[in-house]
């Protein structure tokens, strides 16, 4: 929920391909994520059957630790060469970073959304919800619109 208020505050176009089982034909392996997202390739793979044999990857994979072993997951997301991806686990969030050397590095920043922080992403993710939902979405909204939407122009109009 905290990448889709995300992107729809800040009108980033996405395709958002949930748990969408990743194969790429001649390859060992494949992941079915626990949340997967098309941004900056979006375009090429909307309104089609993705095929890993000819279309990118998606540009972002979250995991969360508690439903099965990351380790296992992050070896697949290599091999499928997913850019980025956030792993969550009762400390945070970590975002990982596939490098040119092929394996994931820990950034403190989002490629995907280099005005976003994981220690911002571990705070949302850490806050109580009072069981209903609504409340804590109207509150990532609000910080959309009142924190990113503003350094986010403020990155646009810097030339980054």
Known sequence: MFVTE???GLRIPH???????????????????DETY????????????????VDPPPDLAIEAVHTHPVKKALATYRRLRVPEVWV????????????????YAESPTSASFPFLTAAEISDWMRRPHSGDETEWTLAVRLWVQETLLPRNRGRDQAGH
């Open 6 to 8: 995300v992107v729809t």
């Open 88 to 103: 969550g686990d009762e400390d945070g969030v970590k975002i990982l970073l596939l490098g040119l050397n092929g394996r």
């Open 15 to 33: 395709l958002p391909t949930r748990q969408t089982t990743f194969r790429r034909q001649g390859r060992r392996g494949g992941i079915e994520g």
């Open 38 to 53: 098309y941004l900056a390739n979006a375009p090429r793979v909307r309104g089609k059957e993705i095929d890993l044999r």
